[in-house]
């Protein structure tokens, strides 16, 4: 699979490039309110929030974060479009990770603990995101537990789906082990 880089272009949104109190870009009803992580913030500290934010643009095969990137980003949440992450195999090929709607968030990683991230994410369709500074991030997790809390569950969930992966993959290596030994000793 082909990466294109591409530059990001910030959406003309309102006068600072924020998004609006009242909803998303373009006065469209969307804004953080669309994400689960937000879920439960009283109005005025979403909008809080939300002005805190820049509203960005992109087109399919636009690159939005990369490991190669020189500074940490924000957090990421899709508010419109869909968005896949990927990392680069040893073969040089793209592995699919994660395909991302609208409501999902990405970036968490780099945002805490102020690291490049490790994964590809381009936009699969025209999409538009909400990018939260990494500070701002960081402040929202200490001032709001319920946030913090939802965070860590989803890290969870992360890890042990993981763990699967990997066990699996242990799987397959100690099958493949054992059919080429089966194949060894069938030749002799």
Known sequence: ???????????????????????????????????????????DRLADLESRCRCLANR?????????????????VVLAGWVEVVIVNPNG????????GPGAHFGEFAAIDGRPGSVTVRARTATVLAEIPPEVFRLLLRDEPAVALRLMERL????RSLDVRVALLQDSHDQARMLHRELVLATL
Do not use: N, W
Request: aromatic fraction near 4%; proline fraction near 10%.
């Open 93 to 100: 090929d793209d592995v699919m990770l994660a395909q991302l």
């Open 60 to 76: 399919p095969g636009d690159i939005i974060v990369s490991p190669s990137a020189a500074v940490p980003h924000g957090v990421y």
């Open 1 to 43: 699979m082909s990466t294109r880089k591409a530059g990001v272009s910030e959406l003309p949104v309102q006068d600072s490039g924020a998004l609006s109190s009242t909803g998303g870009p373009f006065g469209s009803p969307v804004g953080l309110a669309v994400c689960d992580l937000f879920r439960g913030l009283v109005p």
């Open 156 to 159: 969870v969930r992360l890890v």
